[in-house]
Each structure stands twice: as structure tokens, then as C-alpha cells.
């Protein structure tokens, strides 16, 4: 990042190790950016993530994993921007979350945690508008980055395979996403509190990437075949 500041700005670039899983190091973040640069005018949450898993195939430790990460990992950043700076003098803050309106069949877990930061933000967008915050949410559709798809080579081409599903029939840019946090973070958003974009092509609106396989385990409704399986003798034990 510290490489793309051009020539004769004052921009600079500090990073400060920080697992948002842990409440300490997300306080000793909050406070050093306040104590280094004076003020801590924006928050964007972007650190998530997950792993493809069927919700029959997860293990407690995996779904805590994940909701301990996306969920109270943004909730701990939220928390102590607030106290560290943004409750006496606002701020704005972008959450990256997914694209959760249809749920998500393989990765439910990171999708009901990201349906728990998008109410959140619903709730602060209210809870904290009198100090001056605002408060929206950012979801990607299937956006490449090298260090993505790192973490998904595994289980196949998970970045080519969305690409079918996506109207815009590619995959969005990391600075797609980027145009939509700045935006939701500047003046030009002023009015604008406790929404989502989504930045994913028209995925949204299409299809459901996940094949259900022929079946007959959902018969209609059927009152008197109800009453004949009831009527039937019951088997003496
Ligand atoms: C699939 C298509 C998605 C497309 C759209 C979304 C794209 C993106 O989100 S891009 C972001 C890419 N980066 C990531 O997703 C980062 C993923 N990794 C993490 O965030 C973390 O590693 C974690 C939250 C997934 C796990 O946290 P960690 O502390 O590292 O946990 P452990 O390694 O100790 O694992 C705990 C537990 O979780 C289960 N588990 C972990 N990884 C997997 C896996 N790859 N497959 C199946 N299960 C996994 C497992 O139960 C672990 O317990 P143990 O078995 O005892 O190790
Ligand atoms: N790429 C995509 O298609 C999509 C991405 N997203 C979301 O966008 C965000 C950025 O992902 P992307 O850039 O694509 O993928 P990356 O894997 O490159 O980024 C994930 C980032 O999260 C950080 N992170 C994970 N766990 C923690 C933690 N406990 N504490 C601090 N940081 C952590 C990682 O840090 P480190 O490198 O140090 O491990 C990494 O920088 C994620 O929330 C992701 O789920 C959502 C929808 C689609």
C-alpha cells in the first residue's frame, strides 16, 4: 500500500498486527490509531472470511470459528472505534459482509454471521446516528484477488465457477469493491445509513449457484392420506 502513495503526499500507511478475535489487540488497535495519528475518522471491516462446507459437515469448533471471526470480530472493532474516538466526534463506517439474500448453501455459516453484521448495522445506524456515525455495508459478489482464490485452491476454481452465475459474466475487480467503500465512506454519502450495496455483477437477482438433486421427498399436502397412515393398527412392542 505504502508503494502506491504517489509522490508529494502526505498520505502514510502503518500496519499494526491485530486478530480481531481478540479483545485486547482490537482495543490496542483502536487506541494506537488514535494515540499515532490523532483522530480515527473512518472504519472499514473487511478482515472474513470461511470455508465451503455442507452445515451436516460442520464441526461446533468450525461454525464457532467462523461466526468468531466475521461476526463478533466486526462487532469488537465496531465497539472500540466508537469508544476510542467515533462517540465524541462520529466517523463512518463500511462493513464488508456477503451477498446474503437468497441465504448461502455451502458457506451458511459465514452467511448467517454476515446476516448478523447487516441487522447490526441496521441497529448502530439508529443507536449511533446522534454522535454523528454512519454505518453501511458493502456486499461482494465473486471478486478475483490472488490471495482469494490462495485460499480456496483446494476445492476447485471457485473465482471461474461463479462466473456462469454472474450477469456481468466475470468477476468483479477488488477495486470495484474499493469504488463502493470510498463512496459509502465520503461526504458524498452523507445521507446514507444502515444500507448495503452490492457489488456483484446482477448475481443477486440471478441464480443460486448450488444443484439440487432430483428427489421425491416433498409430497403435497394430502389430509386423507394423513388419516389412513393414522388409522392404520399400530405395531405392539
Ligand atoms: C467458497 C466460495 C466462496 C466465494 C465467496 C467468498 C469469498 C471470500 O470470502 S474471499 C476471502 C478468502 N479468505 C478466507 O476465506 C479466509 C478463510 N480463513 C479464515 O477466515 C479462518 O482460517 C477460519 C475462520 C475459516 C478458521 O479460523 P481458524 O482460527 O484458522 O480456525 P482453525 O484453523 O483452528 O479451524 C477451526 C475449525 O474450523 C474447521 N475448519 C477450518 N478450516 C477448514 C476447512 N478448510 N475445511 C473444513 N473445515 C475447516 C475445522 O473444524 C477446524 O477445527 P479442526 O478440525 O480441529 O482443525
Ligand atoms: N473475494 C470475494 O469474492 C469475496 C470476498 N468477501 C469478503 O471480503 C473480505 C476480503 O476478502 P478478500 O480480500 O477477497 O480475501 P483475502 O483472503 O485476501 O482477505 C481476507 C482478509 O481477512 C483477514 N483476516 C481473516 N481473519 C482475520 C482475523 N481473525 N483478524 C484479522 N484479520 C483477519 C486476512 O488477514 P491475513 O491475510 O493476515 O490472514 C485477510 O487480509 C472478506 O471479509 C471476504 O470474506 C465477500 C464476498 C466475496
Known amino acids: 500500500m505504502a508503494a502506491c502513495i504517489p509522490p508529494g503526499s502526505t498520505a502514510q500507511v502503518k500496519a499494526i498486527p491485530c486478530n480481531i478475535r481478540k479483545e485486547d489487540e482490537v482495543k490496542n488497535l483502536m487506541s494506537s490509531v488514535v494515540s499515532e495519528f490523532g483522530r480515527l475518522d473512518f472504519l472499514v471491516n473487511n478482515g472474513g472470511g470461511?470455508?465451503?462446507?455442507?452445515?451436516?459437515?460442520?464441526?461446533?469448533?468450525?461454525?464457532?470459528?467462523?461466526?468468531?471471526?466475521?461476526?463478533?470480530?466486526?462487532?469488537?472493532?465496531?465497539?472500540?472505534?466508537?469508544?476510542?474516538?467515533?462517540?465524541?466526534?462520529?466517523?463512518?463506517?463500511?462493513?464488508?459482509?456477503?451477498?446474503?439474500?437468497?441465504?448461502?448453501?455451502g458457506i451458511a455459516h459465514s452467511a448467517a454471521a454476515r446476516a448478523g453484521i447487516d441487522n447490526l448495522s441496521k441497529s448502530l445506524a439508529v443507536e449511533w446516528a446522534s454522535n454523528g456515525i454512519r454505518i453501511n455495508n458493502v456486499a461482494p459478489g465473486s471478486i478475483y484477488s490472488v490471495t482469494a482464490a490462495e485460499n480456496y485452491k483446494d476445492i476447485g476454481d471457485v473465482f471461474r465457477h461463479a462466473i456462469p452465475f454472474t450477469p456481468a459474466k466475470r468477476n468483479g475487480t477488488t477495486e470495484e469493491v474499493s469504488a463502493a467503500v470510498t463512496f459509502l465512506l465520503s461526504p458524498a454519502a452523507a445521507f446514507i445509513t444502515g444500507e448495503t450495496i452490492k457489488v456483484d455483477g446482477g448475481w443477486d437477482l440471478y441464480q443460486v449457484p448450488w444443484e439440487i438433486p432430483e428427489h421425491d421427498r416433498m409430497p403435497a399436502y394430502n389430509w386423507e392420506k394423513i388419516i389412513e397412515e393414522e388409522d392404520k393398527p399400530k405395531a405392539k412392542l
Not at 465451503?52 to 465496531?78: E, H, I, R, Y
Open 50 to 105: 470461511q470455508f465451503q462446507s455442507p452445515v451436516s459437515m460442520l464441526s461446533l469448533k468450525g461454525w464457532n470459528a467462523v461466526v468468531d471471526t466475521n461476526l463478533n470480530g466486526t462487532f469488537l472493532c465496531l465497539r472500540e472505534a466508537y469508544n476510542a474516538w467515533m462517540a465524541e466526534n462520529g466517523g463512518a463506517v463500511v462493513n464488508i459482509i456477503l451477498l446474503i439474500s437468497k441465504g448461502r448453501p
